[in-house]
T-cell receptor
Framework: DADVTQTPRNRITKTGKRIMLECSQTKGHDRMYWYRQDPGLGLRLIYYSFDVKDINKGEISDGYSVSRQAQAKFSLSLESAIPNQTALYFC???????????????FGPGTRLTVL | AQSVAQPEDQVNVAEGNPLTVKCTYS??????LFWYVQYPNRGLQFLLKYITGDNLVKGSYGFEAEFNKSQTSFHLKKPSALVSDSALYFCAVRDGGNFNKFYFGSGTKLNVKP
């Protein structure tokens, strides 16, 4: 788990504020993902990226944007936070599908975001 | 559409007894199925996966899962539960059309009592 780190771990903010959540990994993986976890809903994919020039929307990308600054860094931004974006956010990485472990994802510890 | 269902929000079992956490799926094409475990204040950890081959897949911490194509199920099992197995368990399936996307179930909280 220490190979994928997320900052901050907890954040409380107000409606309308811009928030950035950061993810760094030392696993050398090309693929990185952002999910949000809500009670009773499991994890839902927000964005994913194969490399710094390849970013794709997931199921619930509205209200979010991402930046892949380097292979090791993938940031999630909430341009104008709203209360229903209160959730637990996870970053994950994976190897290319051609590798033997390409289907496994490695998750960071999560960021608990509260929007008041 | 791809989806995963975990019909039980919570499973309670006594230590030493066998446990089963249920998962059913819907996916186009061949299913690639996974189980992850989440301990409090931690990210998800990979337990096991089914890609092809034997229907009984063995994974970490003594867990195994049984793939049943006719019932579209992938239930997680362990012959003898430990208190330390208490956690939140997620079943996931890879998107049959976009292999880079995964769909997770809503999670099942496993409580193992001494």
């Amino acid at each position: 788990d220490a190979d994928v780190t997320q900052t901050p771990r907890n954040r409380i903010t107000k409606t309308g504020k811009r928030i950035m959540l950061e993810c760094s990994q030392t696993k050398g993986h090309d693929r990185m993902y952002w999910y949000r976890q809500d009670p009773g809903l499991g994890l839902r994919l927000i964005y994913y990226s194969f490399d710094v020039k390849d970013i794709n929307k997931g199921e619930i990308s509205d209200g979010y944007s991402v930046s892949r600054q380097a292979q090791a860094k993938f940031s999630l931004s909430l341009e104008s936070a709203i209360p229903n974006q209160t959730a637990l956010y996870f970053c994950a990485t994976s190897e290319p599908l051609t590798s033997g472990r390409g289907n496994e994802q490695f998750f960071g510890p999560g960021t608990r975001l509260t929007v008041l | 559409a791809q989806s995963v269902a975990q019909p039980e929000d919570q499973v309670n079992v006594a230590e030493g007894n066998p446990l089963t956490v249920k998962c059913t799926y819907s996916v186009s094409g061949n299913p690639y199925l996974f189980w992850y475990v989440q301990y409090p204040n931690r990210g998800l950890q990979f337990l096991l996966k089914y890609i092809t081959g034997d229907n009984l897949v063995k994974g970490s911490y003594g867990f195994e899962a049984e793939f049943n194509k006719s019932q579209t199920s992938f239930h997680l099992k362990k012959p003898s539960a430990l208190v330390s197995d208490s956690a939140l368990y997620f079943c996931a399936v890879r998107d049959g059309g976009n292999f880079n996307k995964f769909y997770f179930g809503s999670g099942t909280k496993l409580n193992v009592k001494p």
